[in-house]
């Protein structure tokens, strides 16, 4: 499958398109494929490493640990993992997820909802992270 990786932090000119193994859903995980992916400021952090800070919390010192970009998603579900209950293969989600910027992820069940018949997948995919974050700088 066809994913966004990097290899290094720097700015958008280390992505690179790549071909990468389809990840499998572990226990309690949903296999989604992607039909749209969010773009939020967490993205550009993770990208670039800064503040440096952030590389301590378990995102890689000197490298990236997880090379897929990409944390809101939307798209099908494709398969499932053991003791996932609240989805089957066809159901349309969106939530959050490490990896998104790929034709396939595996995502956390539970930080997984069903996608309203009546929003696109791009605003599902807007909506776990940079939509509450606009609403919050509204609201506040």
Not at 25 to 32: F, H, K, Q, T, Y
Not at 63 to 79: F, Q
Request: aromatic residues 8%; glycine residues 10%.
């Amino acid at each position: 499958m066809k994913a966004i990786v990097q290899d290094v932090y720097g700015n958008s000119d280390v992505l690179k398109l790549r071909e990468i193994a389809r990840p499998a859903p572990a226990e309690g995980e949903v296999l989604i494929r992607v039909r749209a992916a969010g773009v939020d400021q967490g993205v550009w952090h993770l990208m670039t490493g800064l503040p440096y800070l952030i590389r301590l919390f378990g995102y890689g010192l000197r490298k990236p640990k997880v090379p897929v970009r990409g944390r809101e998603v939307a798209g099908v579900v494709e398969t499932i993992g053991a003791g996932v209950t609240r989805f089957q293969p066809g159901d349309e989600v969106f939530g959050t997820c490490e990896g998104s910027f790929a034709e396939y992820v595996c995502a956390k069940e539970k930080l997984l909802a069903r996608k309203p018949a009546n929003l696109s997948f791009e605003g599902a995919a807007a909506a776990p992270i940079s939509a509450v974050t606009a609403l919050q700088a509204v609201r506040d």
